[in-house]
């Protein structure tokens, strides 16, 4: 049974950094891509950033340059590194990773119907 246990949102002030968590349990996940999405109140989830086995990433042009995303093969841990925060990045954040030996790199990874596993979301709140 695939797990995805997202950690770490919060509040903060603009200008400031949080670093999300996703716990995955489950699955071997290097055979996988996985990535971050958010939806904020009002708006359609939006892909943020993926990353894939060999650690080829990519990110929403919103978050180019703030964020970094990476993964710990040891700890079967994935994680978002949030710098330079505004307060248009409030919202849920999500984890979420493909079916298996599925990925994807560029913009068709940032897109959420090749996603079909989730986790339950953690609030990040910028003010």
């Known amino acids: 049974h695939v797990q995805l246990v997202e950690s770490g949102g919060g509040s903060v002030q603009a200008g400031g950094s949080l670093r999300l968590s996703c716990a995955v349990s489950g699955f071997n996940y290097r055979n996988y891509c996985m990535a971050w999405f958010r939806r904020a109140p009002g708006k359609e989830r939006e892909g943020v950033a993926s990353?894939?086995?060999?650690?080829?990433?990519t990110y929403a042009d919103s978050v180019k340059g703030r964020f970094t995303v990476a993964k710990d093969d040891a700890t079967n841990t994935l994680y978002l590194q949030m710098n330079n925060l505004k307060p248009e990045d409030t919202a849920m954040y999500y984890c979420?990773?493909?079916?298996?030996?599925?990925?994807?790199?560029?913009?068709?990874?940032?897109?959420?119907?090749?996603?079909?596993?989730w986790g339950q979301g953690t609030q990040v709140t910028v003010s």
């Open positions: 990353i894939v086995r060999g650690g080829v990433s």
């Open positions: 979420a990773a493909t079916p298996s030996g599925i990925w994807y790199i560029g913009s068709r990874s940032l897109a959420s119907d090749v996603y079909n596993s």
